[in-house]
């Protein structure tokens, strides 16, 4: 029986935790003991709880509670607490997803004391070091034994920097195991797809079953932070939602909410988009319910990687109020776009679109069983 020490810090990695979970549940419990360790990192009732209840992965077995804070603070904190449960604990490899401060702080305190690494979601790049998400991403793949690539386009950016694709084993960090997985996004996705059909209510709740819809989320600080962008964001939304006559909905972040109200409470902007007959602005949502709103929707606006990579799975055009993005597949492929907060960029590309609703989305992710191989290497290599 070989333990695996799964560490998970934000709401996305609650999602990717569910697929590998399921996996050791149904296939592999014999063979893999799974623990897992929150880190608090962004531990909210409706953006992390919600999720744990509705996906069905266990409760956290240890939770660090390590809040907000500047990124020296929130990653020296989180290396401390993710080190001494590792001491306790004594796993046979650290379990990490994507590239949060949560992913780059377990791979650090994991690495230091030989504890094979990790790693899903390895080799993706948006080649901008100015996001704290690129450092961290390339700081974890560079110390893991065991990189799990969704993409070939991570493949070859892993090439690039001069790991062995085709390495043998035994694996190490000088000599680590680099594959070709698949996406654990897209096994939730079609696992999840069905049971939101059957529980999700939210459709019927909004009064938007078999309504033309639009779709939107924005959480990064690049944008909620900055009052130009926001501004500018907000106002193109409201414009495209009510020159069009199209409803536009937007589950609220608790940060874009705090944001909007210091900058924007009791102004015009925040009148105009509270009493909108077409913006609305709704709680953050469960993932069944995102679910239900991105395959039904007609368009998706997002600075999320996650819901820029759903857009595609349930085949809907997305705009990307990001410079730059790590599943550059989907832009390549015509079915999204980089707009930034750029407004000419944004109306453009809703236009665009609106008027050419021939796309075609081709299977990039894998084939839905990216937990099951991930788990099956795990097994045969720790």
């Known amino acids: 029986m070989k333990t695996i020490l799964t560490v998970i810090g934000a709401r996305p990695q609650i999602i990717k935790a569910a697929a590998i979970s399921r996996a050791i549940k149904e296939s592999f419990s014999g063979e893999l003991k799974e623990i897992l360790l929150h880190t608090g990192q962004h531990y909210d009732a409706a953006m992390s709880q919600i999720f744990i209840d509705q996906l069905g992965i266990p409760e956290p077995d240890i939770n660090l509670n390590a809040g907000s804070g500047s990124h020296g603070k929130q990653t020296a904190f989180m290396l401390e607490g993710i080190e001494e449960q590792l001491d306790i604990h004594k796993p046979d490899g650290l379990l990490v997803y994507g590239d949060t401060n949560s992913t780059l702080a377990a791979a650090l305190a994991a690495s230091k004391i ?4 990790i790693h899903v979601e390895a080799g993706l790049r948006s080649f901008n070091k100015r996001m704290p998400e690129e450092i961290n991403r390339i700081g974890c793949d560079h110390v893991s034994t065991m990189l799990f690539s969704p993409t070939i386009t991570g493949m070859e950016n892993l090439a690039n ?3 062995k694709l085709n390495a043998a084993p035994p694996f190490t960090i000088d000599t680590p195991a680099v594959y070709h997985s698949g996406d654990v996004m897209y096994d939730n996705s079609l696992y999840f797809s069905k049971i939101s059909e059957e529980k999700s209510t939210i459709l019927d709740d909004l009064g938007l079953r078999g309504k033309d819809f639009i779709l939107s989320t924005i959480h990064r600080p690049s944008n909620t932070d900055s009052e130009d962008r926001l501004e500018g964001l907000m106002e193109t939304l409201l414009e495209i939602a009510e020159g069009n006559k ?13 944001k909007l109200e210091q900058f924007f409470s009791g102004e015009s902007l925040m009148n105009r988009l509270e009493n909108s007959e077409y913006f609305r602005f709704i709680p953050p949502c469960g993932f069944l319910d995102i679910i239900a709103l991105e395959k039904n929707c007609s368009m998706v606006m997002s600075d999320s990687g996650g819901v820029q990579k759903e857009a595609y799975f349930f085949g809907k055009p997305c705009l990307v109020f990001r410079p730059q993005t790590e599943w550059i597949e989907i832009i390549h492929s015509g079915c999204a776009r980089l707009v930034d907060a750029d407004i000419t960029k944004i109306k453009e590309g809703y236009e665009y679109f609106k008027n050419n609703t021939d796309l075609e989305f081709p299977s990039l992710f894998g084939d839905g069983k990216a937990a099951h191989f991930i788990c099956e290497q795990m097994v045969k290599h720790l």
């Open 114 to 117: 030989h504890i094979p690494v």
């Open 161 to 163: 920097e001069n790991f």
């Open 246 to 258: 199209t409803p536009l909905i937007l589950p609220l972040h608790p940060r874009t909410k705090a």
